[in-house]
């Protein structure tokens, strides 16, 4: 049986200092065992600015099971599927531990996010690029932020077409864009320099 | 100063004087006392690290704390809700860990 009280004195816990905390839950439609997390990206990474959506079930077992959670936002990194959001972290596999919660899971995702460990990865493509090279892997992660993890801002199409309005082709736009990591106005820099 | 103390000392004395005679007339005889007592467990901390309930409550499968639902330490003076870490080691054998510091988790003895 789902030790009901915890996992209420655990939201209640989160939602305290969710602003500073930079991590937040939502129970989705009363299920407390369905949730969605929220975690900022962190600063100085490419991962900075963008707001990532987490899916959480919590096994019957929680919290001597681990809470079982997936990227919902696609993320370009090497320990989380480009796929399908399975992540790669050994505190929610067999380093778990029920001293653990729901708060501290989220803020190790955070942590994952500024220290990617690409010897253990849950996508190869993206350790691959990420050891071999590490600007394009900047590039695209912050690219994937741009594109998927801003609300609000204008999507990566609607800044390539503004482009293409400009007069510039569909393809030099898009691989400008890539390159400045989804940042229209240094991507027209570029294609105005070069 | 000298003289506040003076007068001090003199209000008391006349205090003392009286003391005794209105003591005698106050005089009753208890008939019936009870006493109050609180306990509480020396755990070094105030919530359970695994049901996150308070150590002077119970686990959740409880409904009265105290003898009933004790608390049990363990080797590295981590201490938990006893029926709490019993699930903990059962569900982690053949070698559990403390969920505070991960050390192999051994009881302690009393």
């Known amino acids: 049986m789902l030790d009901v009280s915890r996992v209420q004195k655990e939201l209640v816990e989160i939602k305290r200092d969710e602003k500073l905390s930079g991590v937040s839950i939502e129970i989705s439609e009363g299920d407390l065992t369905?949730?969605?997390?929220?975690?900022?990206?962190?600063?100085?990474?490419?991962?900075?600015?963008?707001?990532?959506?987490?899916?959480?079930?919590?096994?019957?077992?929680?919290?001597?099971?681990?809470?079982?959670?997936?990227?919902?936002?696609?993320?370009?990194?090497?320990?989380?599927?480009?796929?399908?959001?399975?992540?790669?972290?050994?505190?929610?596999?067999?380093?778990?531990?029920?001293?653990?919660?729901?708060?501290t899971a989220l803020l190790s995702l955070q942590a994952l996010l500024s220290t990617p460990e690409p010897d253990d990865p849950q996508d190869a493509v993206v350790a691959q690029q990420?050891?071999?090279?590490?600007?394009?892997?900047?590039?695209?992660?912050?690219?994937?932020?741009?594109?998927?993890?801003?609300?609000g801002a204008l999507g990566i199409k609607e800044k390539l077409v503004k482009l293409v309005e400009m007069g510039f082709s569909e393809d030099t736009a898009r691989v400008a864009l890539e390159n400045c990591g989804g940042d229209e106005n240094a991507a027209l820099e570029k294609l105005c320099g070069g | 100063m000298h003289w506040i103390k003076k007068n001090t000392k003199k209000a008391h004395n006349t205090t003392e004087q009286n003391y005794p005679q209105q003591r005698r007339s106050d005089r009753h005889e208890k008939l019936k006392w009870h006493a109050v007592a609180s306990w509480t467990w020396d755990a070094h901390d105030d919530a359970?690290?695994?049901?996150?309930?308070?150590?002077?409550?119970?686990?959740?499968?409880?409904?009265?704390?105290?003898?009933?639902?004790?608390?049990m330490w363990g080797a590295c003076n981590h201490a938990f809700h006893l029926h709490c870490i019993l699930k903990w080691v059962n569900s982690q054998s053949p070698r559990p860990q403390c969920p505070m510091c991960?050390?192999?988790w051994k009881f302690r003895a009393e």
């Not at chain 1, 899916?55 to 079982?68: N, V």
């Open chain 1, 34 to 103: 369905r949730m969605r997390g929220t975690i900022g990206g962190p600063h100085g990474t490419p991962y900075e600015g963008g707001v990532f959506i987490v899916d959480i079930q919590l096994p019957s077992a929680y919290p001597f099971e681990p809470p079982k959670m997936q990227f919902v936002t696609k993320v370009w990194h090497p320990n989380i599927s480009s796929q399908n959001g399975a992540i790669c972290l050994d505190i929610l596999k067999d380093q778990w531990s029920p001293a653990l919660t729901l708060k």
């Open chain 2, 48 to 71: 359970c690290g695994i049901c996150r309930m308070a150590f002077d409550g119970c686990c959740p499968d409880c409904k009265m704390p105290g003898d009933d639902c004790p608390l």
């Open chain 1, 130 to 151: 990420y050891l071999r090279d590490y600007a394009t892997f900047m590039g695209t992660a912050r690219y994937w932020t741009e594109s998927f993890a801003k609300r």
């Open chain 2, 102 to 104: 991960r050390r192999d």
